[in-house]
Nanobody
Framework: QVRLEESGGGSVQPGGSLTLSCTISGIMVDRACVGWFRQAPGKEREQFAIALIGNAGTEYDDSVKDRFTVSRDNDNNDVSLQMTMLKPEDTAIYSC???????????????WGQGTQVTVTP
């Protein structure tokens, strides 16, 4: 059984930083596409960061490029999201996701965490 669980959400001031973690069981993070989605109030869920299988690299949406970094910890089998220079528009529920193939990821990741709230407010 594959399980994903996020942690590290909370409230932060604009310009601040926050790190989210996604602990994964049942699938090896270095053998899967893993990444992050977010859904802001009244908006559709959007993918903004993905770490491709193995060493194939990472991809980011322009809205978070140069501010957010996704990385794997193969020893602990988790994925982190380091967020810097946070803006009020980054406020959303953040969810990690995983899929064993890029094709599967492209359709819709097979495995999801429950989500964690990130609020950026003065």
């Amino acid at each position: 059984q594959v399980r994903l669980e996020e942690s590290g959400g909370g409230s932060v001031q604009p310009g601040g930083s926050l790190t989210l973690s996604c602990t994964i069981s049942g699938i090896m993070v270095d053998r899967a596409c893993v990444g992050w989605f977010r859904q802001a109030p009244g908006k559709e869920r959007e993918q903004f960061a993905i770490a491709l299988i193995g060493n194939a690299g990472t991809e980011y949406d322009d809205s978070v490029k140069d501010r957010f970094t996704v990385s794997r910890d193969n020893d602990n089998n988790d994925v982190s999201l380091q967020m810097t220079m946070l803006k009020p528009e980054d406020t959303a529920i953040y969810s990690c996701a995983a899929d064993r193939t890029l094709t599967g990821w492209g359709r819709s990741p097979a495995y999801w965490g429950q989500g964690t709230q990130v609020t950026v407010t003065p």
